[in-house]
């Protein structure tokens, strides 16, 4: 044996097992946060343009404004039933 790892003839190989669940389980909670940032931004910017009054107007408030807090909606409500669909993990 030592004669073989002398002469570098001796090799080990691994097989990982249970990976595959590790990394959907990293990407799974990476496209979630994303998605948060972009809700997060979204609100933002829908803030800074209500507080504007920029037209065209509905109901009183900017409709680009309104337009971007309904985006945001409905993308938080996609999260949380993916979320809850999911119960996390798959």
Do not use: C
């Not at 003839?9 to 590790?22: A, P």
């Not at 990394?23 to 496209?31: F, L, V, Y």
């Not at 507080?51 to 408030?61: C, D, E, H, I, K």
């Amino acid at each position: 044996m030592l004669k073989r790892i002398e002469d570098e003839d001796i090799s080990i190989n691994l097989h990982h097992q249970g990976i595959d669940d590790l990394s959907n389980s990293i990407n799974r909670g990476a496209s979630r946060l994303v998605l948060a940032v972009i809700i997060g931004s979204l609100i933002m910017g829908s803030s800074m343009i209500i507080t504007t009054g920029v037209q065209p107007l509905l109901w009183g408030f900017p409709a680009i404004g309104i337009l971007g807090y309904l985006i945001s909606f409905i993308f938080g409500i996609w999260v949380v039933f993916d979320i809850i669909r999911g119960g996390g993990h798959k």
